[in-house]
């Protein structure tokens, strides 16, 4: 990676300030009526990092985002209820302090013992933080000794309290998690063992357009579904009736077809219904869709070809759903390749999984500890993937 990691940094008696993304999806609970966090992977996942600056007697200042607050308070994106959880998984009393930069919160992290944590509030409670405004970052800056960043998921934004800040520090430094997610996305890109398969899905070509271009340099098959795929399909010429198409991206998908020699694969058959919300008019079609119907779901002989495809892979990438995932009649296209993804992993493969909807799909099969690695970004992933740097790890201290 060429930057600093934890492990190079003196902790002892250190005040550690670290960027961790808690942007996790909060729901009101009509019991309590207060805001609990629905999914704490990204709270668990960064525990590793704290534990490591607690135990070593440093202090832990934690700086995250939550949701999109349009740059303003606002009690629904508080991180309160985040700090209730975590101080429950830690087994501390950590603090949270409901101002994030300014002399309360300076004095209170001075005057902290060694092995306290405190999590400061949305960094997204002000405009300057989107901008990567340096006054705000210097503030934020005045919070810590040291610096680490442990927050792949924004790792692909430059924003104040990722980028602006680490520039205040002569030791900016990668957190465990930071420092796993480049590892495992990085041996799959740049020394995968062959055959390497990627399964890409979502809703749109334009915005996989990058990352498709890179990956065939790379990987042996590109495995499309979801409604990108009917973008390919027409420019084929095959007929896709209502299907969702990006009639601007036809020119890219030839492109991107002609330059793939093969190794892009398209669905071969389609869950199709004449509207999203009237499932029960849905049906199996093989090759082309006929007007006033519209592709929902990869069907069962395409199930079948990705499948083994991703069994006979050593190495396999996905991002995206195959379908409406949402809607139970259009999900067991994704299911499948959830299920897929586990048994490849069981054979031995390396599988990696990233995207909030590929992600929550195996976490709704129950296979997410079944894989080698579930990534906690989502747009972060699709820049490495497309081969560009990440902002985030950019800023950090070049290893010596
Ligand atoms: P993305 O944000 O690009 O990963 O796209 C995810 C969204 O694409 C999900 O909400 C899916 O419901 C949607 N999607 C996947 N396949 C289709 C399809 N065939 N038609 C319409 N929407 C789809």
Not at 130 to 151: Q, R, S, W
Not at 157 to 167: D, F, K, L, P
Not at 212 to 223: A, K, P, S
Not at 337 to 357: C, E, F, H, L, P
């Amino acid at each position: 990676m060429g930057k600093l990691t934890l492990k190079d940094l003196d902790l002892q008696g250190k005040c550690a300030l670290v960027r961790v993304d808690f942007n996790v999806p909060l729901q009101l609970s009509e019991k309590t009526n207060c805001y609990e966090v629905v999914d704490d992977t990204r709270i668990r996942a960064a525990l590793p990092t704290i534990r490591t600056i607690t135990e070593a007697g440093g202090k832990a200042v934690l700086l995250s985002h939550l949701g999109r607050p349009k740059g303003q308070p606002d009690p629904q994106y508080s991180l309160a209820p985040v700090a209730d959880y975590l101080s429950g998984l830690l087994g501390t009393n950590l603090r949270f302090s409901s101002e994030t930069i300014g002399s309360v919160v300076q004095k209170t992290v001075r005057t902290m013992p060694g092995g306290s944590v405190i999590l400061l509030e949305n960094t997204r409670y002000f405009p300057e933080e989107t901008k990567n405004d340096p006054d705000f970052a210097a503030e934020l800056a005045k919070l810590g000794d040291i610096f680490v960043n442990d927050a792949f998921g924004t790792a692909h934004r430059a924003h104040a309290s990722n980028v602006g800040v680490a520039n205040h520090f002569s030791l900016a430094a990668a957190g465990h998690l930071l420092e796993n997610e480049l590892g495992q996305l990085g041996n799959a890109l740049q020394s995968p063992t062959p055959p390497t398969v990627a399964l890409l899905g979502g809703a749109k070509v334009s915005d996989k357009i990058g990352v498709i271009t890179n990956l065939l340099e790379i990987v042996d098959h590109i495995l499309i579904g979801g409604a990108m795929a009917y973008t390919f399909l027409k420019t084929k010429g095959i007929p896709i009736g209502n299907s969702l198409v990006e009639e601007d991206r036809l020119g890219d998908a030839q492109e991107m077809l002609d330059k793939a020699q093969g190794k892009i694969l398209l669905p071969g058959d389609h869950i199709v219904s004449t509207d999203l919300n009237v499932p029960n008019t849905s049906k199996t079609v093989s090759g082309s869709i006929e007007n006033g119907f519209m592709g929902l779901d990869i069907g069962q002989e395409t199930v079948e070809m990705y499948t083994q495809k991703i069994m006979d892979a050593n190495t396999c990438i996905w991002n995206g759903p195959m379908g409406v995932f949402e809607i139970p009649e259009f999900a067991s296209g994704t299911r499948a390749m959830a299920q897929a993804m586990a048994s490849t992993t069981r054979k031995g493969a390396v599988t990696i999984i990233g995207g909030g909807d590929s992600v929550a799909a195996i976490k709704q099969s129950n296979l997410h500890t079944e894989v080698t690695h579930v990534s906690t970004g989502g747009g972060a992933m699709l820049q490495f993937l497309e081969g560009k740097s990440l902002p985030g790890l950019d800023a950090l201290t070049d290893h010596p």
